[in-house]
Every structure is written in structure tokens, then in C-alpha cells.
């Protein structure tokens, strides 16, 4: 069995997997009881009140929540956003506003750097055309945790979308108290499901103001929450079997101890691979003070026989899968420490690393 060290899709667990095994009709009672069931999970882990928000699920990816959440929540013709990047993913965000023709402006850091707050209401206060703020809370581009209590501190309101893809579930984010109107991330991240849906935590009363802006039909929260409303179903065909094994994935969610449980064992994983890797040589891409639990990033080794390619393949003939290829200019490789993996599985890792330094006489540090 393969062992991905990966941000998502991760590693799943047997009975998430077997989930899967079981057919069922989109428009089956007990199918539609589990829609209703993921929806009251995934507010309850947002610490929201269900009057005020609700949790509107998409087919497909994170990239197609955040892209649905700018389509339907932007009005073309007065809105502006303001997307705060400090890395790839950040980057998409400015990318898809591009694509779909909504105004925006940004605000750009190193990848290895933090966002700043005080720059962030800076450039709010100094810009009254600018009606949204968007930005990612765990930046996966090279492990970066950035700051999002600060919201209180505007003068102004401003709406807030922030790319909680790869944090939710790992972090306590208690949407209303940081004044999150929207809240994005998805089935195959840190609940430990499987890839094929997203969910959008939206304030309900700003959503219910979005009727007819978006310019797609298929990434329309608006109209996708509406009809959930009146049916309990989809618009269009549901992963049903991602959805059934999305629903085990959280009942493991909460038998390990929820987020707190699942917060603590990344926690040790990331802690645990980052200074074996330093003991080993390898340098950090990010200042640990400013470093999360989900992924780490390396810089690679300046000895010329390094061939990134090789050692991915060697650990891949182990059976163990690191992230291939690299997001940051910099010469980067990347291993995560989500998903279902154990002390064991990681422990394995360092073995396997320690044993390629020594057979290809690799000079690390």
C-alpha cells in the first residue's frame, strides 16, 4: 500500500475507503439524510450558529468553491477585492478574478513570509473601493500559517472570504468571532475523505443578498443553496459515495478527539519529520515560528548529485509518496503530515531518507 505524505488527496483509512463499496440513488431517504448530517457537522466545527450560517455543498474541488464563492458573492459592476498572497494559492485567487472579469487589487508577500495585518487594514482603509477581502489561511505553496484574527480592527465593513482548504479541520477557526462571511476547503483535506466535493460555510444573510450575480450556472451557491432548501438535494448529480464516505470520515473525526485530536497527532508528525530533516541536514524554507502542521517545505541540497526526480522515485518504490514538484521559486521540495498517518509511517520515512543519503554518498548540509 502506497503511503502518501501529501496535503490532499491524502492517505484514508480501510473503513473510509470501504465506504465507498455502497451504491446509492441521489434521491434516496437515507442519502439525504447524510446531506443533512454532513451540513450540521461541518457548522458545528465552524462554531457558528445554524440561523446565521449555513453550509452549502459543490461538486469538485476547493478551486471550484473559491471560484463559485467570487462568482456568486461579487457583483461585477461596484465590488473590489482585496486578495492577500503569499504564495500559489493566493495567486490562483487573483488568477480566477481575472478569468471571470471582477475587479480586485493585491497585496503580495515572499513565499516564505507571513501575511501582515497591519498592511492588510492599511490597504483596506486607504481604499474605500474595496468591498471584500480574500485570502488563505494555511498556504500549501510551502506550509505558512497566516494570521486571520484581525477583522475587529477595520474601520469599515469589508466581506471576508478566506481559503480554509487545507486548515479546516486541523485549526479551531470559529467563523463569527473572526468575522468570516465565507469559509472554503474540502471533503479530501483534514476530515480525511475522499477528493470530489467542497463546502462553503457562508453567511446567510449575505448570501441570500447574491441572487443573479453569478455569470455560471453550475458555480452558483446561491441558487445551489436554494434548491437545497426546497428539495434537501443537489442541482445536479451528487458524489454520492464521496458524500457516504465523507460522513464515516467525520464519525473518525470525532472518535480521534475532533480538531484538537486531530491538531495534536499532525502536530507531532510535523514537529517530528521537521527536526529529523534538520538532523539530516536539510534546511527549512519557512521560519518554524511561522510554520503549520500541515506540510513543510525543504530547501533542496546544494550538493550537485541531488536529483529531486531519484529521490522521489526511490521513496516512491517504497511505497512512500512525498509531494512531487515545486510551487515556490525557490528550489523546494515539500512533505506533508496529514491524512492517516501514524509515528510509524513517518519514522519509516527518515529510515528510507537516511538510507538514500547514504547510498548515493549525498552531501546534505
Same mark, same amino acid.
Given at each position: $500500500?502506497?503511503?502518501?505524505?501529501?496535503?490532499?488527496?491524502?492517505?484514508?483509512?480501510?473503513?473510509?475507503?470501504?465506504?465507498?463499496? &455502497?451504491? $446509492?440513488?441521489?434521491?434516496?431517504?437515507?442519502?439525504?439524510?447524510?446531506?443533512?448530517?454532513?451540513?450540521?457537522?461541518?457548522?458545528?466545527?465552524?462554531?457558528?450558529?445554524?440561523?446565521?450560517? =449555513?453550509?452549502?455543498?459543490?461538486?469538485?474541488?476547493?478551486?471550484?468553491?473559491?471560484?463559485? =464563492?467570487?462568482?456568486?458573492?461579487?457583483?461585477?459592476?461596484?465590488?473590489?477585492?482585496?486578495? &492577500?498572497?503569499?504564495?500559489? @494559492?493566493?495567486?490562483?485567487?487573483?488568477?480566477?478574478?481575472?478569468?471571470?472579469?471582477?475587479?480586485? &487589487?493585491?497585496?503580495? @508577500?515572499?513565499?516564505?513570509?507571513?501575511?501582515?495585518?497591519?498592511?492588510?487594514?492599511?490597504?483596506?482603509?486607504?481604499?474605500?473601493?474595496?468591498?471584500?477581502?480574500? $485570502?488563505? /489561511?494555511?498556504?500549501? =505553496?510551502?506550509?505558512?500559517?497566516?494570521?486571520?484574527?484581525?477583522?475587529?480592527?477595520?474601520?469599515?465593513?469589508?466581506?471576508?472570504?478566506?481559503?480554509?482548504?487545507?486548515?479546516?479541520?486541523?485549526?479551531?477557526?470559529?467563523?463569527?468571532?473572526?468575522?468570516?462571511?465565507?469559509?472554503?476547503?474540502?471533503?479530501?483535506?483534514?476530515?480525511?475523505?475522499?477528493?470530489?466535493?467542497?463546502?462553503?460555510?457562508?453567511?446567510?444573510?449575505?448570501?441570500?443578498?447574491?441572487?443573479?450575480?453569478?455569470?455560471?450556472?453550475?458555480?452558483?451557491?446561491?441558487?445551489?443553496?436554494? @434548491?437545497?432548501?426546497? =428539495?434537501?438535494?443537489?442541482?445536479?448529480?451528487?458524489?454520492? /459515495?464521496?458524500?457516504?464516505?465523507?460522513?464515516?470520515?467525520?464519525?473518525?473525526?470525532?472518535?480521534?478527539?475532533?480538531?484538537?485530536?486531530?491538531?495534536?497527532?499532525?502536530?507531532?508528525?510535523?514537529?517530528?519529520?521537521?527536526?529529523? $530533516?534538520?538532523?539530516?541536514?536539510?534546511?527549512?524554507?519557512?521560519?518554524?515560528?511561522?510554520?503549520?502542521?500541515?506540510?513543510?517545505?525543504?530547501?533542496?541540497?546544494?550538493?550537485?548529485?541531488?536529483?529531486?526526480?531519484?529521490?522521489?522515485?526511490?521513496?516512491?518504490?517504497?511505497?512512500?509518496?512525498?509531494?512531487?514538484?515545486?510551487?515556490?521559486?525557490?528550489?523546494?521540495?515539500?512533505?506533508?503530515?496529514?491524512?492517516?498517518?501514524?509515528?510509524?509511517?513517518?519514522?519509516?520515512?527518515?529510515?528510507?531518507?537516511?538510507?538514500?543519503?547514504?547510498?548515493?554518498?549525498?552531501?546534505?548540509?
Amino acid at each position: $500500500m502506497q503511503i502518501l505524505f501529501t496535503p490532499g488527496p491524502l492517505l484514508t483509512t480501510k473503513t473510509v475507503k470501504e465506504a465507498a463499496l &455502497v451504491d $446509492m440513488g441521489s434521491r434516496d431517504p437515507k442519502f439525504i439524510q447524510i446531506i443533512q448530517n454532513i451540513r450540521s457537522s461541518l457548522l458545528k466545527l465552524s462554531n457558528v450558529d445554524e440561523k446565521d450560517y =449555513t453550509a452549502v455543498l459543490l461538486q469538485g474541488s476547493g478551486t471550484y468553491a473559491i471560484e463559485a =464563492t467570487f462568482h456568486t458573492v461579487l457583483k461585477r459592476e461596484t465590488d473590489k477585492v482585496l486578495v &492577500v498572497s503569499n504564495g500559489a @494559492y493566493g495567486e490562483r485567487q487573483a488568477k480566477i478574478l481575472s478569468a471571470i472579469n471582477k475587479k480586485y &487589487v493585491k497585496l503580495s @508577500y515572499d513565499e516564505n513570509q507571513k501575511c501582515v495585518i497591519e498592511d492588510i487594514i492599511k490597504a483596506i482603509q486607504e481604499d474605500p473601493e474595496i468591498t471584500h477581502l480574500s $485570502m488563505v /489561511h494555511s498556504e500549501t =505553496t510551502s506550509g505558512i500559517i497566516n494570521d486571520i484574527d484581525f477583522i475587529h480592527k477595520l474601520n469599515r465593513k469589508v466581506v471576508f472570504i478566506l481559503d480554509a482548504v487545507s486548515s479546516f479541520g486541523a485549526y479551531e477557526i470559529p467563523v463569527s468571532k473572526l468575522n468570516i462571511d465565507f469559509l472554503i476547503s474540502t471533503s479530501n483535506k483534514n476530515i480525511q475523505g475522499l477528493p470530489g466535493f467542497a463546502f462553503v460555510i457562508a453567511n446567510k444573510q449575505l448570501l441570500s443578498q447574491c441572487k443573479g450575480n453569478a455569470n455560471s450556472l453550475v458555480l452558483d451557491l446561491y441558487d445551489q443553496e436554494e @434548491y437545497m432548501l426546497k =428539495t434537501s438535494q443537489f442541482r445536479f448529480t451528487p458524489p454520492t /459515495h464521496v458524500l457516504r464516505c465523507f460522513e464515516c470520515a467525520l464519525k473518525e473525526f470525532e472518535e480521534e478527539g475532533s480538531i484538537k485530536g486531530r491538531q495534536k497527532r499532525y502536530t507531532e508528525l510535523q514537529q517530528f519529520l521537521s527536526q529529523e $530533516m534538520q538532523n539530516l541536514g536539510f534546511k527549512l524554507f519557512v521560519d518554524p515560528k511561522d510554520q503549520g502542521c500541515i506540510i513543510t517545505t525543504f530547501l533542496f541540497p546544494k550538493d550537485p548529485k541531488f536529483n529531486f526526480n531519484q529521490f522521489y522515485d526511490y521513496l516512491a518504490n517504497k511505497n512512500l509518496i512525498i509531494y512531487p514538484g515545486k510551487m515556490t521559486k525557490a528550489e523546494t521540495f515539500r512533505i506533508g503530515s496529514i491524512g492517516a498517518l501514524t509515528m510509524d509511517h513517518m519514522i519509516s520515512l527518515i529510515e528510507e531518507i537516511k538510507t538514500y543519503i547514504t547510498d548515493t554518498n549525498l552531501q546534505v548540509s
